[in-house]
T-cell receptor, first 115, second 114 residues
C-alpha cells in the first residue's frame, strides 16, 4: 500500500533561517504524483506544488524550493529565509493518475517561525 | 472568488443527532472529494464523485455516512446518529479531469460532537 511519511512532527526556527521539511513515500506504482500543501491556522489546505514521477527536475518558486529524488523516494521542501507568515502545518501527499486519484497524506509537519 | 466553499464552517451537535454539510466546488470541476482530518493527523479520503456518480468510498465511510452530488454540482455529506468519534474537520476538494488534476480544498467544516 502507498504510504507517505513525514518524520518531523514539529520544527521551530528563528525568522530568516532556512528550513527543510522531509517527505518520504512508498509506492509500487511507476507513475504517480507528489504534492505539498500548506495548512495555516484557518484550516484551509493551500496547494503549493505538484510533481510528476517522471520529472525529477528540482523546482524553485521564490523562497520555496523542492528536491525530488526517486532513488531515495523523497520529496523534500525547503524554505529559504523563513518568515513568520510561513508558520503552518505542511503536508506532503501522493496520488496515482488512475481511478479516483485520491490523495494519501503524511501526518504533517508543524512549522513555527519565531520572530 | 470562485474557490471551493463549504457550509457551515463550524458545527456543534449532541451525540445521536444528524448533521449535514454542504460543499460547492469550483464551477468547472467535475471531480469532488470528501476527506476527514482528525487532530494532529493528515486528511484521510472518504469518498469521490465524478459528476453525479459516486465512484469510490473508503471503508472509513460507515453506514451512518452518506454523500450525494445530485446534479453534478454541489455535494452534501450527512452523518446520522453522530458519535463522539465523528468529531473532526471535514474537508471538500475539487479537481478537473483530463489534464490539471490538482485538488483544491475548501475551508472545511469543523464538527464537534458532545
Amino acid at each position: 500500500a502507498q504510504k507517505v511519511t513525514q518524520a518531523q512532527t514539529e520544527i521551530s526556527v528563528v525568522e530568516k533561517e532556512d528550513v527543510t521539511l522531509d517527505c518520504v513515500y512508498e509506492t509500487r506504482d511507476t507513475t504517480y504524483y507528489l504534492f505539498w500543501y500548506k495548512q495555516p491556522p484557518s484550516g484551509e489546505l493551500v496547494f503549493l506544488i505538484r510533481r510528476n514521477s517522471f520529472d525529477e527536475q528540482n523546482e524553485i518558486s521564490g523562497r520555496y524550493s523542492w528536491n525530488f529524488q526517486k532513488s531515495t523516494s523523497s520529496f523534500n521542501f525547503t524554505i529559504t529565509a523563513s518568515q513568520v507568515v510561513d508558520s503552518a502545518v505542511y503536508f506532503c501527499a501522493w496520488s496515482t493518475p488512475q481511478g479516483a486519484q485520491k490523495l494519501v497524506f503524511g501526518q504533517g509537519t508543524r512549522l513555527t517561525i519565531n520572530p | 472568488d470562485t474557490g471551493v466553499s463549504q457550509d457551515p464552517r463550524h458545527k456543534i451537535t449532541k451525540r445521536g443527532q444528524n448533521v449535514t454539510f454542504r460543499c460547492d466546488p469550483i464551477s468547472e470541476h467535475n471531480r469532488l472529494y470528501w476527506y476527514r482530518q482528525t487532530l494532529g493527523q493528515g486528511p484521510e479520503f472518504l469518498t469521490y464523485f465524478q459528476n453525479e456518480a459516486q465512484l469510490e468510498k473508503s471503508r472509513l465511510l460507515s453506514d451512518r455516512f452518506s454523500a450525494e452530488r445530485p446534479k453534478g454540482s454541489f455535494s452534501t455529506l450527512e452523518i446520522q446518529r453522530t458519535e463522539q468519534g465523528d468529531s473532526a474537520m471535514y474537508l471538500c476538494a475539487s479537481s478537473s479531469s483530463g489534464g490539471e488534476e490538482t485538488q483544491y480544498f475548501g475551508p472545511g467544516t469543523r464538527l464537534l460532537v458532545l
